[in-house]
T-cell receptor, first 119, second 115 residues
Framework: AQTVTQSQPEMSVQEAETVTLSCTYDTSESDYYLFWYKQPPSRQMILVIR??????QNATENRFSVNFQKAAKSFSLKISDSQLGDAAMYFCAYRSLGGSGGSNYKLTFGKGTLLTVNP | GAGVSQSPSNKVTEKGKDVELRCDPI?????LYWYRQRLGQGLEFLIY????????KSGLPSDRFSAERTGESVSTLTIQRTQQEDSAVYLCASSFRAAGGTEAFFGQGTRLTVV
């Protein structure tokens, strides 16, 4: 079974600064998807960014980018030019692409990192 | 509707009572998921529906939990004889296809408090 670990329960950053959230995962599969979701106080999960494991290029979405290290099974999220609206819980998630008995629909989540943005 | 809708938003119930939580997925989304989020924890998979296929119930924590979905429409999650450990936020998500990088869209969840 896949596991996802977020080792930072809480992080804080000054507005306009850069912060990196860590995520590691454990899998025996060679291809899969990784996601970062944001959960603001409204509770609604919002997709921030996704990465397919076979793609070597790191995904980027505006101020959000990832550092995907497949061999190390690491998938960190970098937020540049942090804004007050970035304050939220951030969850890293893993999804198998199936095959070899894998379930290609369950998203397995880490426990989350609470990000505070200081003005 | 424009997004995944869940009701009620909050529910307080007495221990031992049954509760029913509702999820309206995005129209046309064939896949529907239920997750449980305990305080300070990540999301715990409960159950998955894909069209008219048999649901994957492997995440349901006990036989007090059940869920139904008719076709590609509304789903209900029922918890019988609620216990205090059932207190959590229950999140529903839907996606167009249940595969790979397909984005799952989440509702705002139902916060269940068992007193």
């Amino acid at each position: 079974a896949q596991t996802v670990t977020q080792s930072q329960p809480e992080m804080s950053v000054q507005e306009a600064e850069t912060v990196t959230l860590s995520c590691t995962y454990d899998t025996s599969e060679s291809d899969y998807y990784l996601f970062w979701y944001k959960q603001p106080p409204s509770r609604q999960m919002i997709l921030v960014i996704r990465q397919e494991a076979y793609k070597q290029q790191n995904a980027t979405e505006n101020r959000f980018s990832v550092n995907f290290q497949k061999a190390a099974k690491s998938f960190s999220l970098k937020i540049s030019d942090s804004q007050l609206g970035d304050a939220a819980m951030y969850f890293c998630a893993y999804r198998s692409l199936g095959g070899s008995g894998g379930s290609n629909y369950k998203l397995t989540f880490g426990k989350g990192t609470l990000l505070t943005v200081n003005p | 509707g424009a997004g995944v809708s869940q009701s009620p938003s909050n529910k307080v119930t007495e221990k031992g009572k049954d509760v029913e939580l509702r999820c309206d997925p995005i129209s046309g989304h064939t896949a529907l998921y239920w997750y449980r989020q305990r305080l300070g924890q990540g999301l715990e998979f409960l159950i998955y529906f894909q069209g008219n296929s048999a649901p994957d119930k492997s995440g349901l924590p006990s036989d007090r939990f059940s869920a139904e979905r008719t076709g590609e429409s509304v789903s209900t999650l029922t918890i019988q004889r609620t216990q205090q450990e059932d207190s959590a936020v229950y999140l529903c998500a839907s996606s167009f296809r249940a595969a790979g990088g397909t984005e799952a869209f989440f509702g705002q969840g139902t916060r269940l408090t068992v007193v």
